[in-house]
């Protein structure tokens, strides 16, 4: 029985939520909501997130929101995945610190350069400043493979797939260590799956 739904739309963050399903191997259904009917804003799907946002996920009648939670909480759902790192361990500090990095400093910080609205007090942004969020995440990447060494795993999805958007949009400078890094997480079959679930997902919505 498939106790997992994604509630998605095409394209958004909800893309992250879809290539860490298909990251864990699990069976999933996928709800999408169409914007131009403004699907998100009804009672109907306020009632899962009122927010009126996507990612939702529904597993075994609880909902999860937060494209990174839902990574987070994934990584740990599905844990022969091995895109967890074990509690209890020092390095699972740092995989959070980079799993609340993602939402918290990257995705502002990049949002700000994207609408040309930077310029905050320093001390007052969790981000700081856009050049100093992007030049920490550049040195993370540039000596290793992925963010917690040699091994992918969930902050990967979250912070890869953003820098992966940041750059294709414009909004990140195409730094070589974000290049190669991005590269790195491109070749990830599960991402791979998943943008060809979201065209026929996409495709499938729009028919129906
Ligand atoms: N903090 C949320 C943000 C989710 C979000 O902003 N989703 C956008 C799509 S990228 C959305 O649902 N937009 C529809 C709307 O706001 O009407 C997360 O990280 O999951």
Request: with cysteine; charged share 25%.
């Amino acid at each position: 029985m498939v106790d997992l739904t994604l509630y998605h739309i095409s394209p958004s963050r909800s893309l992250l939520a879809l290539w860490m399903l298909e990251e864990v191997g699990a069976e999933y259904e996928v709800k999408v909501l169409s914007t131009e009917r403004d699907e998100q804003r009804e009672p109907a799907y306020l009632a899962v997130n009122p927010m009126g946002k996507v990612p939702a996920l529904v597993h075994q009648g609880t909902v999860i929101t937060e494209a990174a939670a839902i990574c987070a909480y994934l990584a740990d759902a599905f844990p022969e995945a091995g895109l967890a790192v074990p509690i209890g361990t020092p390095a699972r500090g740092v995989y959070y610190k980079w799993l609340f990095f993602g939402p918290s400093c990257f995705e502002p910080a990049v949002i700000d350069r994207m609408l040309k609205r930077e310029g905050g007090p320093r001390g007052a942004l969790g981000w700081g400043d856009t050049d100093t969020t992007l030049a920490v995440l550049e040195a993370a990447v540039r000596d290793r493979p992925f963010l917690m060494g040699d091994r992918f795993t969930a902050p990967d999805v979250v912070i890869g797939g953003g820098l992966r958007w940041g750059m294709a949009t414009g909004a990140v400078e195409k730094k070589p260590a974000f290049e190669a890094y991005v590269a790195r997480c491109s070749e990830r079959p599960a991402l791979k799956r998943s943008e060809e679930r979201d065209r026929a997902e996409a495709a499938r919505a729009a028919s129906a």
